[in-house]
């Protein structure tokens, strides 16, 4: 079955360490997403990417870095300026304006 | 981006149809109305999409306001699995930047 994966389900760091969360789909989409949620929140933007080897930064992007070497795969990586790193990280797909995003099942991201 | 809004939260009864307000009255003509729904720790879940006809599918109806100003996505039947976190987006479907916010949704809760 086609989907999107998000690896690992739960994350643990040590404060001032990178980390890098994985995102691949098989769905043949173009774009790609990467959304920080907070408790009791809404999704924010963090990076997309609409095309391979091109991104662009969404609202809250200061901390983190992405990369899109291959159409099914754009992993996040969560760098030590990130201040206040811990959350759980959404992927999503979309294969155009015109269709709906199908979204990873997450990675919960806890920096002690 | 053109923003929506929605009530924090609905109660509703099983198994009596339930109708989820969203106001959008900054919309532009080429933004399309979407629907998502979360359940706790999990990724969002597509439910619906439209541009100006009400549209229906095996999960939920979509009602749009003549004027595009606003619409309602209708569970004809709740159950208890409804319960979830329902999101009203708007996405422009055109070209240039593709920055979606999603913002708090509406927590609807189900009663037995």
């Known amino acids: 079955d086609g989907g999107i994966t998000q690896s690992p389900k739960y994350l643990f760091r040590k404060e001032g360490q990178n980390v890098t969360l994985s995102c691949e789909q098989n769905l043949n989409h173009d774009a790609m997403y990467w959304y920080r949620q907070d408790p009791g929140q809404g999704l924010r933007l963090i990076y997309y990417?609409?095309?391979?080897?091109?991104?662009q930064k969404g609202d809250i992007a200061e901390g983190y870095s992405v990369s899109r070497e291959k159409k099914e795969s754009f992993p996040l990586t969560v760098t030590s300026a990130q201040k206040n790193p811990t959350a759980f990280y959404l992927c999503a797909s979309s294969m155009s304006r015109g269709y709906g995003y199908t979204f990873g099942s997450g990675t919960r991201l806890t920096v002690v | 981006d053109a923003k929506t809004t929605q009530p924090n939260s609905m109660e509703s009864n099983e198994e009596e149809p339930v109708h989820l307000p969203c106001n959008h009255s900054?919309?532009?003509?080429?933004?399309?109305i979407h629907w998502y729904r979360q359940l706790p720790s999990q990724g969002p879940e597509y439910v619906i999409h439209?541009?100006?006809s009400n549209v229906n599918n095996r999960m939920a109806s979509l009602a749009i306001a003549e004027d595009r100003k606003s619409s309602t996505l209708i569970l004809h039947r709740a159950t208890l699995r409804d319960a979830a976190v329902y999101y009203c987006i708007l996405r422009d479907m055109r070209g240039g930047d593709d920055k979606i916010i999603f913002g708090k949704g509406t927590r609807l809760h189900i009663l037995p």
């Open positions: 990417s609409q095309i391979v080897n091109d991104f």
């Open positions: 900054t919309i532009s003509g080429t933004d399309y």
């Open positions: 439209g541009l100006t």
